[in-house]
C-alpha cells in the first residue's frame, strides 16, 4: 500500500518513526510529514489541505495525534466506501491505533491490525461484522479481487448476519473453502439448493415456504442480469479479456460505442473486464487507447506469431489476415489475453470496429 503518515509533536514523531519503519518491512511504501512549528521540515499547508492532496493519491493515511484533527480534516473529502483510503489514528504514545474511516473495502481494519502488531499498541476496530466475526461481504468481494455492485444491498446482508437470519449465497463459478455462517446456498433462482429446483413452482413455492427463498443474498457474477433475491448483492469478478481491432486512426467514439454494445450483447458487467488486448500493429492506437485510460484497464499486445499459435476455432477473414498477417485479431487476443480462456462473446463488427470477449478460469475462495 502507498501510505502517508503525519504527526504533530516530538513524541508523535518518534511514534511516526517506528510506525514507518515498520510499515516499510512489511512492504508498504511510506511518506512521513511533520506538522509543528517545533519539528524541522514541517508542511506549512493546513492540516486540511494537506489531507486533501493525499486522498487521491494514497491507499491509507495515518494521523498520529487526537482523534479530532483526523476528523476535521478528512471531513471535505469523504466520498465513499469505494473510492475512500483508509484512514487511521494513532495516539501520540503508540497506545491505541484507531481504524476510523474505510475498514474493510479500504483495508484500514487489517492496516490497523498491523500497525498495532508493529507498536504494541491496542488496535481499535468498531465494524460490528468484525466484532461479531461474521461474514463481510466487503472484504469477501476485496480478498477476491472483485468489485461490488448494490452497496445498499450489502449493507442489508450485514444487518440480516447480525440479526441471525439466513442470507442466500449463488455463484456462477467454483468455489473452495468453507460456506461461512449464515450463508446458504442457492440456485440462479434464489431457491435453496437443498429443495428441487423446478423454476415454474417459484411463485407457488414462496407463498407456501419462504424460506425457500432468502430475500437477500450475494451472487458471484458477470451479468448484469444475475440477480437470485429481492435484494441481490453481486459481486463481480475481473476476469475477462475484451478483444478488439479497428481500422487505422478510428475515432474514439466509435471504438467506445462498440464495446460497449458487445458488452450489452454479453449481458457483462464493464467492472468485469479485467484489460483490453489487441494485435501489436495497434500498440499506439488513440482511440484503443483512449478507450483503456477512461476506463482505467491495461492495454495488452501481442504480434501476429503470438496470436497464430492460439488454439481455438476463430472466426476468419482474409481482409484481415492480408494487412495484419493473422486472420482474426479481436478473438485471438482475447483468449490470448485471459491465459487460453474460452470465448464467451464471438466477433461482432460494427463501424470499422471488431470485438470479443473471453473469460479466465476462476474460482471463488473462502478463507
Known amino acids: 500500500m502507498k501510505l502517508s503518515i503525519i504527526c504533530f509533536s516530538l513524541t508523535g514523531l518518534h511514534t511516526a518513526e517506528r510506525l514507518k519503519t515498520g510499515l516499510e518491512e512489511q512492504g508498504h511504501k511510506v511518506l512521513l510529514a511533520k506538522k509543528s512549528k517545533y519539528l524541522e521540515d514541517s508542511v506549512t499547508e493546513s492540516t486540511v489541505k494537506w489531507a486533501g492532496s493525499r486522498f487521491p ?5 495515518l494521523f498520529v495525534g487526537a482523534c479530532g484533527i483526523a476528523v476535521r480534516s478528512i471531513a471535505p473529502y469523504v466520498a465513499s466506501k469505494k473510492s475512500d483510503p483508509a484512514v487511521l489514528v494513532i495516539d501520540e504514545c ?20 498491523q500497525s498495532a502488531q508493529i507498536l504494541g499498541a491496542q488496535p481499535v476496530v468498531t465494524t460490528a461484522t468484525d466484532l461479531h466475526r461474521r461474514f463481510a461481504v466487503d472484504v469477501f468481494a476485496k480478498k477476491n479481487g472483485c468489485d461490488i455492485r448494490n452497496m445498499k444491498a450489502a449493507k442489508e446482508v450485514s444487518a440480516a448476519l447480525l440479526a441471525g437470519k439466513k442470507v442466500g449465497f449463488y455463484s456462477e463459478f467454483p468455489w473452495k473453502g468453507e460456506l461461512p455462517e449464515g450463508l446458504v446456498l442457492c440456485d440462479i433462482y434464489g431457491k435453496l439448493q437443498e429443495e428441487p429446483d423446478e423454476e415454474s413452482e417459484k411463485s407457488e413455492s414462496i407463498q407456501k415456504n419462504p424460506e425457500q427463498y432468502p430475500e437477500i443474498g450475494i451472487a458471484v457474477t458477470i451479468h448484469k442480469s444475475c440477480k437470485p433475491f429481492l435484494s441481490t448483492v453481486q459481486v463481480i469478478p475481473r476476469i475477462l479479456t475484451l478483444g478488439m481491432g479497428c ?3 478510428k475515432e474514439a467514439e466509435a471504438i467506445e460505442k462498440a464495446a460497449d454494445r458487445c458488452m450489452e450483447e454479453a449481458d457483462v458487467f464493464l467492472q468485469a473486464v479485467e484489460q483490453l488486448a489487441s494485435i501489436s500493429l495497434k ?11 477512461k476506463n482505467k484497464i491495461p492495454f495488452r499486445t501481442w504480434d501476429s506469431e503470438a496470436l497464430m499459435e ?11 489476415k492480408k494487412i495484419t498477417g493473422v486472420e482474426n485479431v479481436c478473438e485471438r487476443s482475447a483468449v490470448l489475453g485471459a491465459s487460453d480462456g474460452t470465448l464467451i462473446k464471438r466477433k461482432s463488427g460494427e463501424d470499422g470496429v471488431t470485438t470479443a470477449l473471453a473469460i479466465r478460469t476462476w474460482e471463488v475462495r473462502f478463507e
Do not use: C, M, W
Not at 57 to 61: N, R
Not at 96 to 107: E, R, T
Not at 283 to 293: C, H, S
Open 310 to 320: 492460439v488454439q481455438g476455432d476463430f472466426t476468419p477473414s482474409s481482409f484481415v
Open 94 to 113: 503508540g497506545n491505541f491505533v484507531i481504524s476510523l474511516l474505510s475498514g474493510h473495502l479500504g483495508g484500514a481494519n487489517e492496516l490497523a491490525l
Open 247 to 249: 481500422r487505422r486512426d
Open 283 to 293: 500498440k499506439n492506437e488513440p482511440g484503443l487507447l483512449d478507450y483503456a485510460e
Open 57 to 61: 493519491l494514497d491507499d491509507g493515511i
